[in-house]
């Protein structure tokens, strides 16, 4: 089995706070144990984890980060843990001590609960690609000097992205999400890399505030009851009308105030449309409600707006 060390720089600077759930998160982690989850931070209040064999928490202010950064890529700009993601794609040379001899090693974000993530990376698709996924939830990288280097890649002459380079990133103080999309994994693609271009195979949930937010947008089968589930460490997306289970890596819980049940070693979890992470549910729990029929409204009226403005009849994408 490939090894794999994952990476999360994590500093509160004496304010701020951990995800309120973030002891769901850690048993998430700990539940892939054969992966190692390395942890820097400013704060002793995931302490606790320390003793799980695959967590490793290393505490460094982020001012000792930033001169480890330093010290690792030389003078570049950075003055808040923010800025730090432009960074992620550089971890391999940053943080090399830590990850020594895995056979990769990524970044991810702890507003997120995993799911079983060797049934997504297995050791056949790991043996074909140097990079895996392009967000910044969660990505891998081959633990190579020539892979550790791709954020180093020149953009070809005829990338729309000419002028978006590491050159430009690491020395502006703005942040700039080098680590998506983009940047470096559109900068290895233009490259000609290995890289594995994937960004469905988890749930990514947002804030009720608009209805259009309301569902997972990466399920595509979205229903008047659904909810999420951690089960014995995998994560699914359950259609309740159907019955229809959805495995999925993980589910990113993207800006929500989540309500969590105290974490006291249960295998088994909810997640709702209401915010919440709770061990037990009713059928209410994963009512969508109003959200539902205000989507399916809009759908309604966008295709008859379609139709009305395409009479001679154009390929359905163009509405």
Request: proline residues 3%; aromatic residues 18%; glycine residues 6%.
């Amino acid at each position: 089995m490939q090894t794999i060390s994952m990476i999360l720089p994590y500093f509160l600077c004496g304010k701020g706070e951990w995800p309120s759930y973030i002891d769901w998160h850690m048993a998430s982690c700990k539940a892939n144990d054969t992966i190692d989850f390395y942890i820097f931070t400013d704060d002793t209040s995931i302490s606790k984890w320390e003793e799980v064999p695959n967590i490793h928490i290393v505490y460094m202010t982020f001012d000792e980060c930033v001169e480890l950064i330093k010290t690792q890529l030389g003078d570049v700009k950075i003055s808040t843990p923010y800025k730090l993601c432009d960074y992620r794609p550089a971890y391999g040379i940053i943080f090399e001590q830590w990850i020594g001899n895995s056979d990769f090693w990524g970044f991810y974000d702890c507003d997120l609960i995993y799911g079983d993530m060797r049934h997504y990376f297995t050791d056949e698709l790991l043996s074909q690609y140097d990079k895996l996924m392009i967000l910044g939830h969660t990505q891998l990288y081959r633990n190579t000097e020539e892979v550790n280097n791709f954020f180093r890649l020149e953009r070809p002459e005829d990338s729309k992205y000419r002028d978006y380079t590491w050159q430009k990133v690491s020395q502006d103080e703005k942040h700039y999400g080098f680590d998506e999309w983009t940047g470096a994994p559109q900068l290895i693609k233009e490259n000609n890399k290995r890289i594995f271009w994937e960004r469905e195979n988890f749930s990514n949930i947002y804030q009720p505030a608009n209805y259009k937010r309301v569902f997972d947008k990466n399920v595509g089968m979205n229903s008047l009851f659904q909810v999420w589930q951690w089960k014995d460490g995998k994560m699914f997306h359950i259609n309740r009308m159907n019955k229809k289970k959805t495995e999925r890596m993980y589910i990113h819980l993207t800006q929500r105030k989540m309500k969590a049940e105290v974490y006291e070693g249960q295998t088994e979890a909810y997640i709702t449309q209401k915010s919440e992470i709770k061990t037990f549910i009713g059928r209410g729990d994963s009512f969508t409600g109003v959200e539902f029929f205000a989507l399916y409204l809009k759908k309604i009226f966008q295709w008859v707006k379609w139709h009305i403005t395409h009479l001679k009849g154009k390929k359905n994408w163009e509405m």
